[in-house]
C-alpha cells in the first residue's frame, strides 16, 4: 500500500484501526479470542478478509488490546492464550504483507478475568508484573508497537502509589520490552484512570415520531438496495452480510420508537442478536452489555406514552 501525501495530510501519518475484543464488548459483530467453543470465534482467513478491509479503507496500524483474560499465568500455560498467540502472528504476517503495522496495547498490570489490579510497589507482584509482560513480549515476535496503559483499566493506590508510580513502572517495563524486541515502538498511553479521559456524549433528540419516521425510511432504502450490493467490495464481513445486519436495526429502531412496543420483547430481540454470547459465558466483572441493552430500550420507554399493563407482566 503506498500512502498518499493526500491522505497524510488530511488523516495524519498513523492511522490506526483498533479491534477491541475484551471480555466486556463480545457481541455479534466482535470476534470471539478468548472463549473456545463459544459463539463468533474467527478463523485465519476471516482474520485475513478483516486485515484487507483495513488496509483498503486506508490504515496503516491494527491495534488490539491484549486482555486482562490473556494477561496472566493461566493464559500462558492453557490452550486459548497459545492459540491467541498463534493467530495473532497470523495475523502480523499477513498485516505486513498489505503495509499494515501492528500494535498491542496493555494494561501496566491488570491481571486476569477478574480484572485484578496488582499492585508496583509490593515486590512479589511486582516480580508477576515483569514476568507476564516478558512473556508476552516473547510471544509477540510480529509486533511493530507496545503500547502501555499506566491506569487503564484500574490502578492501585494503595502501598504508595500514585499516578507517578505508575509512570515510573510503565518507563521500566518499557525498557524490558525493547530489550527483547529491538525494533518496536513504545507508546505510553493516557486513557483511563489516574489521568481521566473516558468519552464525551453528545445529546441529539428528535422526537419520538420523527425518529420513527426517519428508521422507516432507513429500513425500506435498505430493502430497496438490495439488488445493488457490491458483493466484490473488500470487507468482512460480507457486503450483503452489513446490509442485512443494518436492516435488522433499522427495524428494531423503527419498532421501538413506533407507536405502543413492546420494549420487554424488544429487549430480547436485541439481545439474542448482539449479545447471547453471554448466555453462554455467565456474568462478566463488567456489566456494560446488560447496561447498553437496558439503557437503548429505556432511551425509548422514557419517550413513550404510558402503555396499557400487559396481563402477566409487572408494570410501575
Ligand atoms: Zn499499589
Known amino acids: 500500500m503506498t500512502d498518499d501525501p493526500t491522505t497524510s495530510h488530511q488523516f495524519g501519518e498513523r492511522r490506526t484501526y483498533y479491534n477491541n475484543f475484551a471480555g466486556h464488548l463480545l457481541n455479534a459483530y466482535s470476534p470471539n479470542m478468548t472463549y473456545p467453543g463459544s459463539a463468533h470465534r474467527w478463523s485465519d482467513s476471516d482474520w485475513c478478509a478483516c486485515i484487507d478491509m483495513v488496509a483498503g479503507f486506508g490504515y496503516n496500524v491494527f491495534e488490539f488490546w491484549l486482555v486482562p483474560r490473556l494477561f496472566c499465568r493461566q493464559a500462558l500455560e492453557s490452550d486459548f492464550g497459545r492459540e491467541f498467540s498463534r493467530r495473532m502472528n497470523v495475523v502480523c504476517d499477513h498485516a505486513h504483507r498489505c503495509g499494515i503495522q501492528v500494535e498491542f496495547i496493555c ?138 445486519e443494518l436492516l435488522f436495526f433499522a427495524q428494531l429502531l423503527a419498532d421501538l420508537s413506533g407507536p405502543a412496543p413492546d420494549f420487554d420483547a424488544l429487549a430480547e430481540r436485541y439481545w439474542q442478536r448482539v449479545y447471547s454470547i453471554y448466555d453462554q459465558l455467565g456474568e462478566h466483572v463488567d456489566p456494560r452489555p446488560r447496561h447498553a441493552t437496558r439503557s437503548l430500550v429505556d432511551a425509548f420507554r422514557k419517550h413513550s406514552t404510558k402503555p396499557e399493563p400487559v396481563p402477566g407482566k409487572w408494570s410501575e
Not at 510471544?139 to 509512570?167: K, M
Not at 517495563?173 to 530489550?179: F, M, Q, T
Not at 527483547?180 to 419520538?208: A, K, M, R, V
Request: hydrophobic share 35%; aromatic share 10%.
Open 107 to 244: 494494561g501496566l498490570a491488570t491481571v486476569g478475568d477478574a480484572w485484578h489490579t496488582y499492585c508496583p510497589n509490593v515486590p512479589s507482584t511486582w516480580d508477576e508484573i515483569r514476568f507476564l509482560w516478558d512473556q508476552w513480549t516473547r510471544n509477540s515476535t510480529g509486533i511493530d508497537i507496545v503500547g502501555i496503559s499506566p491506569g487503564d483499566p484500574g490502578a492501585c493506590s494503595r502501598n504508595g502509589c500514585t499516578a507517578l508510580t505508575y509512570i515510573d513502572k510503565s518507563c521500566e517495563i518499557a525498557e524490558r520490552v525493547k530489550h527483547d524486541l529491538p525494533s518496536c515502538e513504545i507508546e505510553l498511553h493516557t486513557w483511563g484512570p489516574p489521568f481521566l479521559g473516558w468519552g464525551n456524549y453528545l445529546d441529539i433528540n428528535p422526537t419520538t415520531p420523527e425518529y420513527h419516521t426517519r428508521m422507516v425510511e432507513l429500513r425500506d432504502l435498505l430493502t430497496a438496495l438490495a439488488p445493488a450490493v457490491n458483493h466484490e467490495a473488500s470487507l468482512h464481513p460480507a457486503p450483503e452480510t452489513y446490509r442485512r
